[in-house]
């Protein structure tokens, strides 16, 4: 409790145009304080005792999750090149893997909506701001995140050891060829840049499917084809490739569509 404190105070009291009259009694209100503040922080310097405090309250929030380590998902049956291919309903911040994917946006450095439900936000604000810093600085260098392409960073406080940022197309009234291609570039880069970084487990999320509209089951068949035409090539480079759902929607969509490939 007295972590927290200190992190709401910091951020509020470097934040001029955030005013906070009163910390909040109740921890969840205390809790979703905290995160409203990180998101909506610039890329900026912070003190290293903001951080050292910081992981030190995420890391006991992290002990209290149930983490489902990646050797305990069973891989998929004999259609599957090399038996590589998971599939695992759950939140994506509780999985222990060697990379998690972030369906991001073009600015690369996360969500600034408070305590909005995107996957951008769930796994900066489970990550700490140190997450947002590292995408800061490669931001810098690269300006925009093009659609389909990808770059890697640390987990930090999630119980993956990487992220992988990928930006995938956002869809307003039909879905186009190149659209498609978008997305499956998200796939295949995300998986190049794991390979380049010699990661052998990797989770993907359902990118651009929620806040982006892309319909779901033509989302989950790209996905499916990309992955599998890149493990075709590349058999020896990996041990598993997860997908990962959140909703029993989106379970059943890519179970479906799994059992026919």
């Known amino acids: 409790m007295e972590n927290l404190d200190f992190l709401i105070n910091y951020l509020s009291e470097e934040n001029k145009e955030v005013k906070v009259e009163n910390i909040p ?14 998101n909506i922080r610039d890329v900026k310097p912070i003190s290293e005792e903001y951080l050292k405090i910081e992981n030190e309250y995420l890391q006991s929030e992290l002990k209290n999750k149930k983490i489902t380590d990646v050797r305990e998902i069973e891989v998929l049956g004999k259609n599957f090149p090399e038996n590589k291919i998971c ?29 909005h439900n995107c996957i951008d936000n769930i796994i900066n604000s489970a990550s700490g701001v140190s997450l947002r810093l590292e995408c800061g600085k490669i931001m810098e260098k690269i300006g925009v995140l093009e659609t389909g392409k990808a770059f890697i960073t640390k987990g930090y406080n999630l119980p993956s050891e990487h992220v992988i940022h990928t930006v995938g197309p956002i ?7 190149d659209k498609e291609n978008d997305l499956a570039n998200c796939y295949i880069n995300s998986l190049k840049l794991a390979k380049e970084n010699n ?42 490739i997860v997908f990962n759902v959140f909703t029993d929607e989106d379970y059943e969509i890519y179970r479906e569509n799994l059992k026919e490939g």
């Open 87 to 115: 599939l695992w309903q759950g939140d994506i911040t509780t999985l222990k893997i060697e990379a998690i994917v972030n369906a991001a946006n073009s600015g690369g450095v996360g969500c600034f909506i408070p305590c």
């Open 199 to 240: 990661i052998k487990t990797i989770a993907f999320p359902c990118i651009s499917t929620g806040e982006f509209h892309f319909p779901k089951d033509l989302a989950s068949e790209i996905a499916i084809k990309s992955v599998k035409e890149f493990l075709n090539e590349n058999k020896d480079r990996f041990d598993k």
């Open 25 to 38: 009694e109740d921890i969840v209100s205390k809790k979703r304080l905290y995160r409203s503040l990180c």
């Open 171 to 177: 869809i307003y009234d039909f879905v186009t060829e």
